[in-house]
């Protein structure tokens, strides 16, 4: 299916902002040979983000094993993990004096542990070497719940795993992914007794329907997700799944204003949000709100 060539409306259209230089952040990551889903994704947030000296950092190689039809990231044939890559990510989190570091990767079907070994590696080297907080953004490991038990034992602050659509559009949008599967990942990391903040997010504008939307947001919170982050689909190429709909600021205002009634803690929820997008500041978001509860003050529940 082939995008067409659409305009985008006046609030998709982002400008820079004086004085964001992206140029520390790129040489720092050329310097210690790392990929950021910044690049590889495509994401229109990229020059704020390395503006503010921060990247999402995109471990287990540039080619994913799955050809998930609203994705940038190559497909095909991964090479082997590089076994330095972890503390290469730890060395780039300390010089870059990062508070909260989010990690993910591409699929990694190809691999015994799917990639959840190198996760936990990961965690323990930013861990051992720095004092922020580890947020992974994995995928879903084939539903092996031993390998999403090998990330969680490392201790990661923050585990999130997008379901990134409704159930109905799986087949079209993730033809190898699985909306149940995703869900009793999320599910298990709820239960751990580590206890993260489990996170998730999805995409608008793929052609999900109102009820469709809620019924996600729905099964979310029964499988333990605490907090969640609603953004724009926009096609990386014409070659991508086209846009279905391009949803209004307002919209995302009452999404949000919806997800916090249903008990989320934090929700960033806007055209541009991205699962990474200011995840720091979210995270930040849900700590407030537990330590109310826990000091017997109500409300508070926020979004970003």
């Known amino acids: 299916m082939k995008a067409t060539r659409t305009r985008l409306p006046p609030w998709l259209r982002k400008r820079l902002s004086p004085g964001e230089d992206m140029q520390p952040v790129l040489n720092l990551l050329k310097e210690l040979s790392l990929r950021t889903v910044c690049q590889d994704a495509r994401c229109p947030n990229i020059a704020e983000c390395f503006g503010r000296g921060t990247a999402t950092f995109m471990i287990l190689g540039g080619v994913c094993t799955r050809g998930c039809t609203f994705c940038a990231v190559a497909r095909g044939r991964p090479a082997p993990p590089e076994p330095g890559e972890p503390d290469r990510i730890s060395e780039a989190v300390r010089r870059l004096g990062l508070s909260h570091v989010v990690v993910t990767s591409v699929t990694r079907d190809d691999l015994p542990d799917g990639g959840s070994g190198h996760f936990a590696q990961t965690i323990r080297a930013v861990h051992r070497d720095t004092t922020a907080t580890v947020e992974v953004l994995t995928p879903d490991f084939k539903g092996r719940l031993e390998d999403v038990d090998r990330v969680l034992d490392a ?5 999130n795993h997008n379901v990134e659509t409704v159930a109905r559009l799986y087949a079209a949008v993730r033809p190898q992914a699985d909306y149940g599967r995703s869900l009793g990942v999320l599910a298990r990391a709820a239960g751990s007794p580590l206890s993260p903040i489990t996170k998730s997010g999805l995409m608008l504008g793929l052609g999900e329907a109102e009820d469709e939307l809620l019924a996600v947001l729905a099964d979310l ?42 008990g989320f803690e934090a929700v960033a929820s806007g055209p541009f949000v991205r699962s990474s997008y200011k995840a720091g500041r979210l995270l930040a978001h849900v700590m407030n709100y537990r330590e109310r509860r826990s000091n017997g003050r109500s409300g508070g529940k926020d979004g970003v």
């Open 155 to 159: 201790a990661p602050e923050v585990f």
């Open 221 to 262: 919170r029964r499988a333990g997700c605490r907090a969640l982050t609603l953004g724009q689909y926009l096609a990386p190429s014409a070659a991508h799944r086209p846009v279905a709909e391009f949803v209004r600021p307002e919209r995302f205002e009452q999404l949000k204003a919806r997800a916090l009634e249903m």
